[in-house]
């Protein structure tokens, strides 16, 4: 299994440009989150997914939007992106299972840089 | 506010040094505490989950344990290998967010 993975890697943008970031999963996890990562601050939630076709907002979810289609993808675009987005973005996922709190796991990251 | 607090930011030690990593929270509710490991320009990669106050669970150095108020986790004889960030994270009940700590950066020296 490859888990969770993203693409693309890395990606510089320019102000007002638009972007799509996909995460995949091959765990047939039903939930799939977007968090981003910025110096001096924990991983925050943008938005998530609770299975197919469901979305939901998190902690910090202006400027962007999601959309899950498909089990094992979710999506994140920046319609028009700014240089306060410039940031590491991580997708998880995790397993739907009653009582507790599940194990999210992680794929590895994609750096965006918008000038 | 729910809040998680790790301590110290940073922490050097000596390779065979044992120490350990704060984590403090005041979620109310709590429905799990987790800790992952994260090396430079990679995800953060699970390590443990505890559930309820008094649980404890160990993988080779490394060994959590969790009270009311606080995570520990500790590290015994580290390596040089086991120079990470570490990070600390929170959910609670009613709510799929979870808090993640600021992280503490462990560096062990040869």
């Known amino acids: 299994n490859a888990g969770v993975t993203q693409t693309p890697k890395f990606r510089v943008l320019k102000t007002g440009q638009s972007m799509t970031l996909l995460c995949a999963q091959d765990?047939?996890?039903?939930?799939m989150y977007w968090y981003r990562q910025d110096p001096g601050m924990g991983l925050r939630l943008i938005h998530y997914?609770?299975?197919?076709?469901?979305?939901a907002k998190g902690e910090v979810p202006d400027g962007y939007n999601v959309s899950r289609l498909k089990k094992q993808n979710f999506l994140l675009g920046l319609e028009s992106a700014a240089p306060s987005q410039t940031s590491v973005y991580f997708c998880?996922?995790?397993?739907?299972?009653?009582?507790?709190?599940?194990?999210?796991?992680f794929g590895p990251g994609t750096r965006l840089l918008v000038l | 506010e729910d809040q998680v607090t790790q301590s110290p930011e940073a922490l050097r030690l000596q390779e065979g040094e044992s120490s350990s990593l704060n984590c403090s929270y005041t979620?109310?509710?709590?429905?799990?505490l987790f800790w992952y490991r994260q090396d430079p320009g990679k995800g953060p990669e699970f390590l443990f989950t505890?559930?309820?106050a008094g649980e404890e669970k160990e993988k080779e150095r490394l060994k959590a344990t969790l009270t009311k108020k606080e995570s520990f986790l500790h590290i015994t004889a580290p390596k040089p290998e086991d120079s990470a960030t570490y990070l600390c994270?929170?959910?609670?009940?009613?709510?799929?967010?979870?808090?993640f700590g600021t992280g503490t950066r462990l560096t062990i020296i040869p």
């Open positions: 505890l559930y309820s």
């Open positions: 997914s609770v299975g197919e076709g469901t979305t």
């Open positions: 979620v109310s509710g709590l429905r799990g």
């Open positions: 765990m047939n996890h039903e939930y």
């Open positions: 994270a929170v959910g609670w009940k009613g709510n799929e967010k979870l808090t």
């Open positions: 998880a996922s995790r397993p739907n299972h009653r009582g507790g709190q599940e194990t999210q796991y």
